[in-house]
């Protein structure tokens, strides 16, 4: 079992930045892929980036590339997905979640991840 707490969300105009963090307790995080998912209001939630057991393998959806930045805090055991040059279409609600599978394969596919966090909200306006 995997608890998992995100806080971090919030307001910000288009431009702006954000950083989520997901604090994860129970059996080590290190075990799993970790993702950060959205979803907006009428869409379906999807994959925005994933950091592999090791750490050294990160994963982003192509809509995000170059603007978010995933990684962790094993020590911690603390997840973070930092968002740079935010735009209205980033906003939704961002879950975190593990999954006990390997990343590479499952890092977009919702159904793969066992363990979620409640979510933050996340809204950016223009």
């Known amino acids: 079992q995997v608890q998992l707490v995100e806080s971090g969300g919030g307001s910000v105009q288009a431009g702006g930045s954000l950083r989520l963090s997901c604090a994860a307790s129970?059996?080590?995080?290190?075990?799993?892929?970790m993702g950060w998912f959205r979803q907006a209001p009428g869409k379906e939630r999807e994959g925005v980036a994933a950091?592999?057991?090791?750490?050294?393998?990160?994963y982003y959806a192509d809509s995000v590339k170059g603007r978010f930045t995933i990684s962790q805090d094993n020590a911690k055991n603390t997840l973070y997905l930092q968002m740079n040059s935010l735009k209205p279409e980033d906003t939704g609600m961002y879950y975190c979640?593990?999954?006990?599978?390997?990343?590479?394969?499952?890092?977009?596919?919702?159904?793969?991840?066992?363990?979620w966090g409640q979510g933050t909200q996340v809204t950016v306006s223009s």
């Open positions: 979640a593990a999954s006990p599978h390997y990343c590479a394969v499952v890092w977009v596919r919702s159904s793969a991840f066992a363990y």
């Open positions: 950091i592999g057991r090791d750490g050294g393998s990160t």
């Open positions: 129970g059996n080590s995080y290190s075990r799993y892929c």
